[in-house]
């Protein structure tokens, strides 16, 4: 069923209840063409692009959980192609124009809302660093403004300017930037891939990888072997696990990363904001409640809920940059898994086994990454030739020592 105004104003006269299931819940084939590990927002993007650019249809998404369950439903929904290295640049430029088209590409409300990323500064430095990446996104043609402190303070009035610690003094713009709405891009994607005959098989964890004469042929799960022809690893917080299964290690650690929501408040951030002098970021919901996070936890673990010194040296960050926040209260917290990789980039790629692929290491930047992620891996496994905008983000990068390191932090996946 298509979806429009129309289609809303005639289910709503019949009660709403001719509306179709979104995806179907097949049971197993014995066999696909390729199968996707891991339906989250890279794996189910996956999936519809191999189906709708490349015609690759027996293809099946395998789940452990119901879909939404990881990182795809509990990110912060921040966008942007804010990127300094070439790298980098080009790739999430390429997700920013799909993420324009999306809605209408796969018929569903994501609510992209491009409302703009504001990176605030605080000293000479940090102006000059903003300066110059400011300068790079233009090269590359993406959007840049670079704020003085008063345009900044016509846009945020209620920000500390006069007696903060670390006085704004401006901010680097990216006005095309903004969020979406994480949970319904998981959805957009599985009833696009659904439709094109994609298999979505949900609570089917995959427990071993079969290999047959150094080629893949199928994966063990809790509802029997699958067999296939390629298969794609995309586990994002659990690529260590999956990885193992085929005796890989993964330059990556897997982290918790805390995302908080307060009480509903009157407007009063109207686009993304990163405080520049600590780790904070925040927005503010449709229905009011501010969005935020910080810091990774900067413990390995595998479970998806963080700790209290993270949740108050978030908060400091927070009240720092707007002592009022102080008086609002948090409604919601939650953690999720990363794949923090030893560069903070990601691995879009092969591996030394013919037919497996990996994409993996998107740290807490893979949510903006969904489409060109989905796009260009997808490309890579059906042509077997990565995509011209994903060429860097290779597996081998560690070992020839051509990291992509945004932050230049080096191997620590704490600071990235
Ligand atoms: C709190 C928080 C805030 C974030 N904020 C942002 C942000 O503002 N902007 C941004 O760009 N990014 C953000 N991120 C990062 C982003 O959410 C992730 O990088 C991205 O979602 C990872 O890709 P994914 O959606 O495919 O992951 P996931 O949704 O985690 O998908 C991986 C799936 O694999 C499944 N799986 C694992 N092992 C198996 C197995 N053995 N068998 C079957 N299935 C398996 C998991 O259950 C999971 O559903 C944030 C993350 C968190 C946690």
């Not at 696909?32 to 189910?44: E, F, Q």
């Not at 926040?325 to 591996?351: A, F, H, N, Q, Y």
Request: charged share 20%; hydrophobic share 40%; net charge positive.
């Amino acid at each position: 069923m298509r979806y429009s105004a129309l289609s809303v104003f005639f289910n709503g006269l019949r009660g709403n209840s001719n509306w179709a299931a979104a995806w179907r819940q097949p049971e197993p084939k014995p066999h696909y063409d390729v199968l996707i590990v891991g339906g989250g927002g890279h794996g189910l993007a996956t999936a519809y692009y191999l189906a709708k650019q490349h015609g690759i249809r027996n293809v099946a998404v395998l789940e452990k959980s119901w879909l939404g369950a990881g990182n795809i439903g509990r990110n912060t929904t921040i966008i942007r192609s804010n990127y300094l290295l070439p790298g980098n640049n080009p790739f999430y430029e390429l997700s920013m124009k799909l993420w324009e088209g999306l809605e209408q590409d796969f018929n569903y409300n994501a609510m992209v809302s491009q409302r703009g990323v504001l990176n605030l500064y605080h000293t000479d430095a940090q102006r000059d660093a903003y300066t110059r990446r400011g300068n790079a996104m233009r090269l590359h043609g993406v959007d840049a403004e670079l704020l003085d402190r008063e345009a900044v303070r016509e846009r945020l009035p209620f920000f500390d300017y006069d007696n903060a610690r670390f006085p704004i003094k401006g901010g680097l713009l990216q006005p095309r930037g903004g969020s979406v709405r994480h949970d319904a891009v998981a959805w957009g994607y599985a009833r696009g891939a659904d439709e094109r005959g994609v298999d979505i098989i949900q609570h089917c964890e995959v427990t071993g990888i079969r290999r047959e004469n150094g080629r893949v042929v199928g994966v063990e799960t809790t509802k029997g072997f699958i067999g296939t022809n390629k298969l794609a690893l995309a586990t994002a917080g659990h690529s260590s696990q999956t990885a193992r299964m085929v005796d890989m290690t993964l330059p990556l650690e897997s982290h918790v990363l805390q995302a908080f929501v307060s009480e509903g408040l009157k407007p009063f951030i109207d686009s993304v904001v990163t405080y520049g002098a600590g780790h904070f970021y925040v927005s503010q919901s449709n229905k009011g409640g501010l969005v935020f996070g910080g810091d990774i936890d900067g413990y390995n673990s595998y479970a998806q809920r963080g700790n209290l010194a993270t949740v108050e040296h978030v908060a400091e960050a927070g009240v720092a940059m707007i002592p009022s926040l102080s008086r609002v209260r948090v409604l919601r917290s939650w953690g999720g898994v990363m794949d923090m990789s030893m560069d903070g980039s990601p691995i879009i790629d092969r591996t030394h086994i013919d037919n497996l692929y990996l994409n993996a290491g998107w740290c807490y930047g893979g949510f903006k990454a969904t489409p060109a992620s989905g796009f260009c891996f997808a490309h890579l496994i059906a042509t077997g030739e990565p995509h011209a905008t994903a060429r860097a983000f290779r597996l081998d990068r560690f070992r020839r020592g051509y990291v992509i390191d945004e932050k230049g932090q080096g191997p620590q996946p704490n600071l990235h």
